[in-house]
């Protein structure tokens, strides 16, 4: 029942309604947008009346439909991009060419047109920033370019802190517990970026336990792994050690996005390839790349749990201790490759 009495003209009286479920559709910059809408319905005769909280709410379910159709940014997106730099709205708006108000506009729910959506994104990258104020700094305020400057500084330093916690020391570089690889985040960006389109629904877990059978894969077949990550007993099997920090680096380089998710009783974030990136060169080689794809062709398909109960069958799994490193020497004992 909704709390509130509404006018009904067709009753041309005050009634009680009740709120139905039905689709409609409402029309988003020239395109008609079909959602399951919320409507209250009166009681009496049935007439649907109107309501202002119901129908903000359903065009909101539309701007995101078209969001999503469209691939543009939401409110939260932007607020993202924007805070990176430590501006303001207004400041944000006047960095980009754009009306003192618009920032705000888009971030209480308005949708962008396509040419400040893709300029949005574009300055969304470290490098994109950088040529921007570049370009354009004669043409801005002195302090916008202070603020950005500050933060860009601050966030490369952060980087490379984080890039350095996630590498380890030097002494394990060239050591059995890297597999004989030097440490390489754009190969760890390239097999993150290709599981997570190549699989529906990569889960954060998962992919924890699809990038270890690759590297060992690789060691079993090579005796090299391809990233160079140190693996990690973990409660749910092995994944990459600090796995928090290495996935918060590949999501600042703007190479994934965490998206949270609810199946059934379980909730976790699934990751995603970002939209942001351009295509580059390659750094994985032609035997790297048949690692990878026979772990995604054969583990690809399984459950989170089921490739966790997998894992947890590996003798690297069961001969360590939970937070143990695992030697790449385990992986002549894998259950997964050439027999």
């Known amino acids: 029942?909704?709390?509130?009495?509404?006018?009904?003209?067709?009753c041309e009286r005050f009634v009680r309604v009740a709120v139905s479920t039905r689709c409609e559709t409402y029309p988003v910059r020239g395109t008609d947008i079909r959602v399951r809408a919320e409507v209250a319905v009166c009681e009496d005769c049935g007439a649907v009346v109107p309501d202002e909280a119901l129908d903000e709410r359903n065009l909101r379910k539309a701007f995101d439909v078209y969001r999503g159709r469209k691939n543009i940014l939401g409110p939260r997106d932007i607020r993202r991009i924007r805070e990176r730099y430590g501006l303001s709205q207004r400041g944000f708006s006047r960095l980009l060419g754009f009306g003192d108000v618009t920032i705000h506009r888009y971030e209480t729910g308005a949708v962008p047109d396509e040419a400040h959506n893709a300029l949005i994104r574009h300055v969304g990258d470290a490098g994109n920033m950088r040529a921007w104020l570049r370009d354009r700094a004669d043409d801005l305020p002195d302090h916008v370019v202070e603020t950005?400057?500050?933060?860009l500084a601050r966030e490369e330093v952060g980087e490379r802190e984080m890039l350095s916690e996630v590498m380890g020391d030097d002494q394990f570089m060239r050591r059995s517990i890297r597999g004989y690889a030097h440490f390489s985040p754009e190969k760890v960006a390239e097999?993150?970026?290709y599981?997570?389109?190549e699989i529906s629904d990569l889960w954060q877990t998962k992919l924890a336990?699809?990038?270890?059978y690759a590297d060992f894969l690789?060691?079993?077949?090579?005796?090299v792994s391809i990233t160079g990550l140190r693996y990690a007993h973990m409660p749910f099997g092995p994944g990459p050690d600090r796995y928090d920090a290495l996935l918060q680096l590949l999501q600042e380089s703007g190479h994934i996005v965490k998206r949270?998710?609810?199946q059934y009783h379980f909730e976790g974030e699934i990751i995603e390839p970002s939209a942001d990136v351009e295509c580059t060169d390659p750094h994985l080689d032609g035997e790297e790349w048949?690692?990878?794809?026979?772990?995604?062709s054969e583990l690809g398909h399984l459950t989170s749990q089921a490739l966790s109960d997998r894992s947890h069958r590996e003798l690297a799994w069961l001969e360590t201790g939970e937070g143990d490193l695992i030697p790449y020497s385990y992986a002549r004992d894998l259950t997964l490759g050439d027999d």
């Open 1 to 10: 029942m909704h709390p509130t009495r509404h006018y009904c003209e067709d």
């Open 148 to 151: 950005v400057t500050e933060h």
């Open 191 to 193: 097999v993150v970026r």
């Open 195 to 197: 599981f997570a389109k």
């Open 209 to 212: 336990k699809l990038l270890w």
């Open 218 to 223: 690789h060691y079993r077949r090579h005796a």
């Open 260 to 262: 949270p998710k609810v």
């Open 290 to 296: 048949e690692t990878v794809r026979t772990v995604a």
